[in-house]
């Protein structure tokens, strides 16, 4: 599958306050041909990314130098001490270098109204841990062809997911409404259980 | 040899299979297999290696924070270490040990020293029973790969 503007391979930027699942999504991400770069928690997520000057904003040398570590996904944990992942996804979201690049926010537990608040506040997707393989090979579908999009049209301010339902002519993705973020079927291996939904009910 | 190595496979699949049976590991277990190959093939041990100390330091911070002695209980701290060892658990498949602490975090809502007091002493079990348990099946694994044999994948289903 061509990556269009992507070097080689992803590079996803992971936080998790817990060394354990950082081990496993580390690997989760690797064995999926991703670079992976950990970091335990969302300070550290926006000191890598060069967010954390005095206004929040990045100093051009910083993204300069990290050209070739340009940063392509952002998954991190829900529940972290300090700046929480939806913290960090309001700040990410909320810079200008760093806003178009997509965050998955990943966690335990299965609340709705935490759901939807990650999602209206830009997230492009939210998994329930623990993560499994499915998953992380379900998320590198939709980052590359979200990015293949923004490759193939001019940037425009369109809603992501009216962008998705443009240009996704695979017929194993959703065709409900558009405030659905089921992704794909693409694997039947997921529980459905383990998907996140906004719709209450599951395919 | 050959009857050695099958002996020894043939003891490995049953002990995984008793090990999912009896509810000690569940399907993330699993899934942490698939992540395993030539390339890494120590992960699963490395991650449990993880986990089990994971499990020494929250279970020691669950007894500092249910020490009555020092004053009140903050059951939420108590809750906080519950809630980091449901998901480290949770991540490697240690059934038993997550069913503990989801009844455990139910305790700290609700204030239920008792109910905390036996569930640290429940969880300190548990996740000793798993490490010896799992320290056998990775010395089978040893034993197989010495013997010149292949670990069998063991379907569950």
């Known amino acids: ?203 | 040899m050959d009857a050695l190595i099958t002996q020894l496979q043939r003891q490995f699949r049953d002990y995984t299979i008793s090990l999912y049976q009896q509810g000690f590991l569940d399907d993330q277990f699993t899934e942490l297999k698939k992540l395993q190959d030539d390339g890494s093939p120590d992960f699963v041990a490395e991650v449990l290696t993880l986990f089990f100390e994971d499990c020494v330091k929250l279970i020691s911070n669950m007894a500092r924070a249910l020490d009555q002695t020092t004053g009140n209980v903050d059951y939420s701290k108590v809750g906080a270490s519950v809630h980091q060892l449901k998901g480290s658990s949770s991540s490697v498949g240690a059934k038993r040990v997550k069913a503990l602490c989801v009844s455990f975090k139910d305790y700290c809502d609700t204030q239920n020293f008792e109910g905390c007091v036996r569930c640290l002493q429940q969880v300190d079990i548990e996740y000793k029973t798993l490490k010896t348990k799992l320290q056998d099946l990775f010395n089978l694994e040893k034993q197989i790969i010495q013997a010149g044999g292949r670990v069998p994948q063991v379907d569950i289903n």
């Open chain 1, 1 to 203: 599958m061509a990556l269009g503007g992507f070097s080689s391979e992803l590079h996803v930027l992971a936080v998790d306050d817990s060394f354990v699942d950082r081990k496993v999504i580390e690997r989760l991400l690797k064995i999926s041909a991703c670079k992976v770069t950990t970091v335990e928690s969302g300070a550290r997520a926006l000191q890598y990314l060069g967010l954390d000057g005095p206004n929040g904003s990045s100093s051009a040398l910083t993204i300069l130098d990290k050209q070739d570590l340009k940063v392509n996904l952002i998954v991190t944990d829900y529940s972290m001490p300090g700046l929480t992942g939806y913290e960090l996804l309001k700040k990410i979201k909320e810079s200008s270098a760093f806003r178009e690049i997509p965050v998955v926010i990943m966690s335990s537990e299965n609340i709705q109204p935490r759901i939807e608040q990650c999602m209206i506040e830009g997230a492009e997707d939210f998994l329930l841990k623990p993560v499994k393989l499915a998953d992380v090979k379900r998320l590198k579908e939709l980052i590359m062809r979200v990015g293949e999009a923004k490759e193939g049209l001019t940037k425009s301010s369109s809603p992501k997911r009216i962008l998705q339902n443009d240009i996704d002519s695979s017929p194993s993705s959703s065709s409900s409404s558009s405030s659905s973020q089921d992704v794909s079927s693409l694997d039947d291996d997921t529980p459905s259980s383990k998907r996140m939904k906004l719709e209450p009910k599951s395919s």
